[in-house]
């Protein structure tokens, strides 16, 4: 199957990033490319780091950017290991960060890497086939506790504690090997009248799959890391799908503009800490109409933008 993946807010990103023609950017969840490939457009003596923890999607943008394939540096990998990964490329600094944390039309339309409720397939989610850690094994060996707390933060459903109950209900009968085993035991543990409002797997479905890939913990401990790379002047833009993704991001960016921690009644600072640069989005950038007419799956996507500070 062809790679496909909707590069969201495409215009609005490129914008953002203020591209210099000599600069070093970084991609950090590479896709099928289609950000980067507006980028290298762009560059002349520059040069991007792409990184992705999918395979299909580092051969699918190696091909899409063939044409750029002296500009370009493709690394397999998650980006929350971007620092040391370029650390080994000899690159220290980079003049914009770009994040799009959406998964792909691709993961999400192929059937056998089981992220999708529409498909019955074998429940496995993971973005690296090369980690351990399955859909299956959450689904079938996480205590009932913890599928509560999974689907109820990670998934924010109303029905999370009778969902979980299910799930270690049915699978005492036998292990829920597939994605449709999974979908009828949600569809119980949901009310008739309450499935009316979308598919009643769908937070399910996304929870179990932040969880099998670690995906707010990578983005937790990475933020940090991304500031510091950026040389002076360097932009950071990030593109969220998810409300916890958005609060981090938001969080994160809020302390490394102002990371005093001085009590507000103290009329100097004397903490000492200095601000690392200025969110440059106050409030987050929202798809265009246009745009959400031609893909829908943008309707959640926030664009929140970082400057670092000039010396």
């Not at 950090?28 to 991007?48: D, F, Q």
């Not at 699918?60 to 650390?87: E, H, M, P, Q």
């Not at 529409?118 to 060996?141: G, W």
């Not at 000492?272 to 640069?277: D, E, I, K, T, V």
């Amino acid at each position: 199957m062809e790679f496909k993946h909707y590069s969201v807010m495409l215009r609005e990103t490129i914008e953002y990033l203020n591209i210099k023609a000599d600069g070093t950017y970084l991609d950090g969840t590479l896709g099928g490319g289609g950000h980067a490939w507006e980028v290298c457009g762009r560059l002349e003596k520059g040069h991007l780091y792409g990184i992705d923890q999918d395979d299909a999607a580092i051969a699918a943008a190696g091909r899409r950017l063939a044409d750029f394939a002296d500009k370009v540096t493709l690394i397999r990998g998650n980006y929350s290991n971007a620092r040391a990964a370029l650390g080994e490329q000899g690159v220290w600094q980079v003049d914009g960060i770009l994040l799009d944390l959406g998964v792909s039309s691709y993961q999400l339309d192929t059937q056998e890497r089981g992220f999708s409720y529409r498909y019955d397939s074998p429940l496995d989610m993971r973005m690296d086939r090369r980690q351990a850690l399955t859909a299956r094994d959450i689904v079938n060996t996480y205590s009932e506790a913890q599928l509560f707390h999974i689907i109820r933060d990670f998934g924010e459903d109303t029905f999370a504690k009778n969902i979980a109950k299910h799930i270690v209900q049915a699978r005492e009968r036998g292990p829920i090997e597939t994605t449709g085993q999974l979908n009828e035991v949600i569809k119980a543990a949901i009310p008739a009248k309450m499935r009316q409002n979308g598919h009643p797997s769908k937070k399910t479905f996304q929870a179990i799959r932040i969880e099998c890939n670690h995906e707010l913990e990578a983005l937790k401990d990475t933020l940090e890391d991304m500031i510091a790379l950026l040389a002076p002047g360097g932009r950071f833009c990030i593109i969220t799908f998810h409300s916890l993704e958005d609060r981090i991001v938001k969080t994160a960016f809020k302390k490394a503009e102002n990371p005093c921690t001085c009590p507000p009644e103290f009329p100097v600072c004397v903490c000492g800490r200095q601000s690392l640069g200025s969110v440059i989005t106050r409030k987050p950038v929202l798809p265009g109409q246009e745009e959400l007419a031609e893909n829908s799956r943008s309707k959640s996507a926030k664009l929140r933008v970082f400057e670092k500070k000039e010396k």
